[in-house]
């Protein structure tokens, strides 16, 4: 199974972006899944997970701002970034726990699967 991560770039302060993650190359389907991201120097930061049921846990810190989301059909998620602050660029990666997994965990080494990642930068 490989995960496609895409959406990032460049915006100024106050504005939005979407990540999209695609899996693909495999029977299995996006279960349990979450987004990361990671500064130069600093540990891969869990951003927000979403279980099989629908239910999402964000970081405290884009609570309000961020919004994951999933698409069943698509074998995709998405993560809305709005109110984008300069803090918030990093490299983003999307990541999914393995087959028949279904609640997500803010431990990243619970990850199997992982995409490639896409930089979000933001700035004026």
């Known amino acids: 199974v490989q995960l496609q991560a895409s959406g990032g770039g460049l915006v100024q302060p106050g504005g939005s972006l979407r990540l999209s993650c695609a899996a693909s190359?495999?029977?299995?389907?996006?279960?349990?899944a979450a987004w990361y991201r990671q500064v130069p120097g600093k540990e891969r930061e869990f951003v927000a997970g979403i279980s099989s049921g629908g239910s999402i846990n964000y970081v405290e810190s884009v609570k309000g701002r961020f919004t994951m989301s999933r698409n069943h059909g698509l074998n995709m998620v998405y993560l809305q970034m709005d109110s984008l602050r300069p803090e918030d660029t990093a490299v983003y990666y999307c990541?999914?726990?393995?087959?028949?997994?279904?609640?997500?965990?803010?431990?990243?080494?619970?990850?199997?699967?992982w995409g490639q990642g896409t930089l979000v930068t933001v700035s004026s």
């Open positions: 190359g495999g029977v299995e389907s996006i279960t349990a």
């Open positions: 990541a999914a726990r393995g087959t028949g997994i279904t609640v997500f965990t803010r431990a990243k080494q619970q990850y199997k699967f």
